[in-house]
């Protein structure tokens, strides 16, 4: 299986937004392997298709409104944001299931950095003992997948205060400086232990579906 890793850098959120509708056509056609962006994106609020406005407690705050699940979400410096760009196939179309790998990837990414992190009856995301520092939303279109997932390295917290992430309060935001006592590892270095464990899962992910 081929993968393609591309880091992206720092990017604004909508030249990333058009780049990957841009892609899952390509992906689409066959025309480009299965791909994962990371990126980090200057300050936005995005809104799912479960968005409710009264999620939304700053009335200046821009919102982009897309078409990946879920609710309001906050992205910025210091969060490290993935988009798979795979294309499902056979019994591989499973949202819920490739939903479950993303959670596996970012469990086993944090693990790798001594956090014990897990699922939560909040919801979608990754949770260490209740404080969310993990959320995921993702979109398909012609069966390739888009959006994707957003792991808070060493956000700043007050930025979510502006919205009801997810639906819940922003006081229950975390991130990985905050479980390691104040000092995160480089995003580079988190980018590339989770590029290897998408890599990974995915490939298991494919192995072990029956393609009709």
Sequence with gaps: MTL??????????????Q??????????????PDCLLLVEHDPVVTAGRRADPADVLDPEIEVIEIE?????????PG????????KLEGKGRDLHAFLHLLEDVLIACLAEFGIRAGRNDLGTGVYVEGRKIASI????????TYHGLAL????ELGAFRAIRPCGISAEL??????????????????????????????EEYKLHRTYE
């Design 4 to 17: 393609q890793i591309l880091d992206l850098g720092h990017q604004p959120y909508l030249k990333t937004l």
């Design 19 to 32: 780049r990957m509708r841009e892609m899952v056509e390509l992906r689409a056609g066959d025309q480009i």
């Design 68 to 76: 990946r699940g879920g609710r309001h979400t906050y992205h910025g």
């Design 79 to 86: 969060q490290l944001v993935a988009y798979p760009i795979c």
């Design 137 to 144: 939303g993702i979109a398909v279109r012609r069966w390739v």
């Design 152 to 155: 808070n390295i060493q956000t």
């Design 173 to 202: 935001m975390t991130t990985m400086a905050w479980e390691l006592g104040g000092k995160a590892p480089p995003l580079p270095q988190v980018a590339g232990v989770l590029a290897r464990c998408f890599g990974e899962a995915l």
